[in-house]
């Protein structure tokens, strides 16, 4: 009948046709799943493992790269290797990528971590914390085991999708000349970042970089300002003048970067290892807690533009208390889906959505995409 065709047009046909195997005959991208995990989290790891496999990569096998600062043992290797499809493979991540780098007084910036666990930030007194983020922040997209691909989809322990993902998210990316791809976004603690955006903000100015659209994402709207006050002291309009934009303040959104699908040459550039020094020479992953979160996320809106972004509207995920689900229930279809589910929404990111992100082609739209279980 023509109106499930029209509807197997526009949707995923694994799902309109119902019992269909995806369709795996085209070749894989260059990507693997990265894993950065301890030893002891090796349960967390398997929910993480057994919940990507069932709901996408039993069919597509894509290799796993496992990182860790220290040795993982034979249990965790065994294990890991019982519930994986896909090759894995195991590294260490050596002290060039981990601890404090050595142009910094590691007294100081200890005194540092330990003020921010006085101060009782979260995370903020546990050095390994500070360790693992400047790790995602800086140097993970260097380390040797990921050097021979293209693309990488982070993975953690504990982590859940809750729908199948029936088509290949790194081919998807590639037709759609995407970069980094997400699925929450959420605000960030301000007081692990309070000088983040001021660093990002003088990267921009110093690079003479302007906005292609995304950096807005990541500004506090200022209020209204009456027409009297509309141009700054310089007479020029707030939005051309420098000194206004040096006072942009963050608004404290970032893509959670637990959740990532990207393209490792985004990292590699010399655009983002110029961000990542400049950013790492401030001293911040120390004297703050920065995240690379908010870390990966400025520089995405310093150098790219809501059209390399997308957002994996049709992905069920859920990490800790925070979730994004594509809202199957028949009830909730119409009206459209909020853009954050259990997150910060606001009207002006719901409104960002709408303005930035389009589906993918056939786009999987709410419900009839996404077999939950
Ligand atoms: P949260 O998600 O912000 O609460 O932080 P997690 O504790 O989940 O850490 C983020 C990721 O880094 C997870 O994949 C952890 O397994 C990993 N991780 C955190 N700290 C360390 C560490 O000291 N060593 C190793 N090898 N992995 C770590
Ligand atoms: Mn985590």
Redesign the pocket.
Known sequence: PPAIRKISEKHDKVFVTGCLEPDTSKPRANAAFV????NK?LDGVIESIKSIERHFNRWYHYPYVF????DFNQTFMDTVQKYTSGTVEFGK?GEEMWGYPDWIDPKVAKEGVNKQGDNAIM?GGME??H??CRF?SGHFYKHHLLEKYEWYWRL???IKYFCDITYDPFLAMIENNKTYGFTIAVKELRETVPNIFRYASAYRRLNNLTSQGLWEMFVEPQPDKGPEESSSSSGRPAEIDPEAMEGEKYNMCHFWS?FEIARLDFFRSKEYEDFFQMMDRSGGFWMERW?DAPIHSLAAGALLAPRDIHYFRDFGYR??TIQHCPANAPARQLPRQPYLEMTTVDERKRQLEDQYWEDFDPPKENGVGCRCR
């Open positions: 894993v950065l995990a301890r989290e990182l860790n600062d220290g991540v995370y390994s914390y360790f693992m995602y953690e322990p504990e637990n995240g990490h800790t």
